[in-house]
């Protein structure tokens, strides 16, 4: 018995491994090493083996050093001198591009400085070129990994300065949070403070909570570059109303010139939305002094991507209003890099136009490299931008251009070897309520074409709201009136199939079947009579009907539907005329006496009915007038009926 039990035991035990999912918990990892000569140290990156996605260019890493006194740097192997002596905690992340696999985990590295052998010091880089401020990231976001956001900041005046730096993230037009901030990290004394970012005019300086004023008028605007602002209440405003969540940082002794970085560390939620052509923004605001209103506006935007691939296209329409939108301009932006062994001069761009869009509307909005546009009927020989409107496609060409190769000798930032373009369109005429997709075939030189993801554009569904009244028909029942009126909710303007709630109150009135019921009566003195009872019933009620359907626009005129529906009479109101007439014998020979009487019943929330119901509009389909018809089937006899009506929706 025992060698059965444990051959039993034995296989119960390898059948439940086998149920259980083993999650896989290995983590690629880099390494950061690094060669110390006093205050000069060399850095070098120990990274896995890159996994290359199949079709796709030939992988590689990227790199964002953090090298613990304020500098950063975007090269593979970066040689930083240190100012002061200390210890210096040194981050890496690293971005694997074109490959399988998630990104490296890095771990920090701690750095001791004893001794000052090299003076050769740099300050922080001068972002004067930016407007003195400046906001850039480390890759763009994947869902549920870490990237890197870099905030820095320059004191163009002549004077020591305070002011504030606000990060404004995740916003409110997505249903989820995007990116949980996990940490951020300061090098020149910058503190966190709390406040309801909505500033007010008389309370710029040490407040801790500020009020917005009423008297401000707020315009949403578009932040393309570093821009400087006066009326900080309506950019914190606009912000505010934009936005979930913000990080402030208050500093102190700027001095003229000064350059200064921060470091945020944010984590994609699993939940974020996962639309690879969906565009999501934060926003920086830079008071240089928190004395006065003056300030500087910047907004990053990011394409949400599956894998860290340069060559991607994306749009801001992702999620727009259809009544809002006639007028809009949407923004497409295609990106691409160079990840060649040498220069590309000349990089064309095959860019599908999905048809809602009017062509003639078409406006280039910004390009890099930077050039003008090519000269009609001419052969270029400057570096110059052409573009062909075709009727499915835009063809740009850079051409006499010189956009180095990520693998190129001597090429150290990556930046450097990307660029894009982006340009705008506004809808056509008459363009439908659909979803619309687009992508652009990347060719440098003569090489074969990249092919980007796709990019899309879809609306919200919005609301509509719908009157609508007319008569019933029931053909089973006597002397039937019944009028109504209701109201409708709907997604607005819906191309093809959606659904539809209505509501209706009806005033019903109809008579039940007459009922006769004979009744033959033997007297004492032994002859018979007749005794006829008549039973009349007139019936009223407010009934309320609750249709839930999905209809069907076959064209802008002709729509289709099909649902089920709920009856109740809310309020109900039975008059019956009972009518007794005696016949001197059973052959009704002659009247004897008529006897009357009425019985009056009111009942409340009775007679529930269900049933299937077809209908048939004609009008303006999808928004305006039209005129409808319905077949309703109720579960229950002598209650078809047919409805017809006039309903408007806006």
Known sequence: MKPQLSIFFLLFSIFSIGQIKVKDTITRRANIIYNQNGNQVNYKPETPPLIPIAGAPKPSYSYLWELGDGHYSKEA???????????????????????????????????????????????????????????????????????????????????VSGGKLYLFYNEKQFKDKNFELVDFRTYANEREIKENTVASVDDLDDTKSYVASSENTFKTKKYRNTTTEEDLDASLLDANKTYHNVSVLEFDDANPGETRNVFFTFKTTPEMIKDTSATVTMRGIYVPNRSYKNHKIKNLEMEIVTSHDPNKMGSNGSFMNYRLVRFKRVNFKTRFQNNGEGPARMIRLETDIPDMFDKKTFKIESMYPECPICP????????????????????????NIYLPGSEQKNVHEKDSTKGFV??????????????TRSRTAIIFDKNEPIITNYATTRFLPGISIGVKAGYNLYPDLEKSTSYFVGATISPFKSYRFYWQAEWTNALNEYNSATTIKDISITNANGTRQLQRTTTTTENKNINWEVPVLIRYNINNYIGIGAGIQANINVSQEQNQNIKTETFENEKEFYLLSTETNENKVKNSFTDLKTGLLFDLTAGFARIGPSLGARYVINFEQNFNYFQFYGIWKF
């Open 376 to 399: 009609k009927d001419e052969v270029p020989t400057i570096s110059c931008l052409d573009t062909i409107i075709k009727q499915k496609q835009i063809f740009f060409t850079f051409k």
């Open 77 to 159: 192997e970066p040689k930083h001198v240190y100012k002061n002596k200390g210890t210096y905690t040194t981050r890496l992340a690293v971005t694997n591009n074109y490959d399988n696999g998630k990104p490296p985990a890095t771990r920090p590295k701690k750095v001791a400085v004893n001794d000052i052998t090299d003076t050769n010091y740099k300050d922080i880089a001068s972002i004067a070129d930016q407007n003195g401020f400046a906001i850039l990231k480390n890759c763009d976001p994947i869902p549920e990994q870490e990237m890197v956001v870099i905030v820095g900041y320059q004191n163009l005046e002549n004077y």
């Open 422 to 435: 982006k340009y705008s369109m506004k809808f056509s005429k008459d363009f439908h309520k659909v979803k």
